[in-house]
């Protein structure tokens, strides 16, 4: 059973940037990033395939960057321009090669004004 680990959350000002980390124990194919503010519905912010294609949300286009390393089965999403609405626990979901996917057990991105 692969399993996944999250880090790299904290308190940030706004303007400020952070760097997501999203390390599993086996193999793994795409990796989606999402984040859920208190009250909302989770949201889907970023993915990136093993292949390295990517897709981001329109609130995030320009300021997050998300990247992996095969060889370490991690992925990362670098978030810059941090703004007060980016807050809220982000979690990421990989996709595994028996099929399914796994998730993250979310980090905590605060983010002051």
């Known amino acids: 059973q692969v399993h996944v680990v999250e880090s790299g959350g904290g308190l940030v000002q706004a303007g400020g940037s952070l760097r997501l980390s999203c390390a599993a124990s086996?193999?793994?194919?795409?990796i989606k990033w999402y984040r859920q503010a208190p009250g909302k519905e989770r949201e889907l912010v970023s993915s990136?395939?093993?292949?390295?294609?990517?897709n981001y949300a329109d609130s995030v286009k320009g300021r997050f960057t998300t990247s992996r390393d095969n060889a370490k089965n991690t992925g990362y999403l670098q978030m810059n321009s941090l703004k007060p609405d980016d807050a809220g626990v982000y979690y990421c979901?990989?996709?595994?090669?028996?099929?399914?996917?796994?998730w993250g057990q979310g980090t905590q991105v605060t983010v002051s004004s």
């Open positions: 086996g193999n793994i194919f795409s």
């Open positions: 990136i395939t093993r292949g390295g294609s990517t």
């Open positions: 979901n990989v996709y595994i090669l028996s099929g399914g996917s796994v």
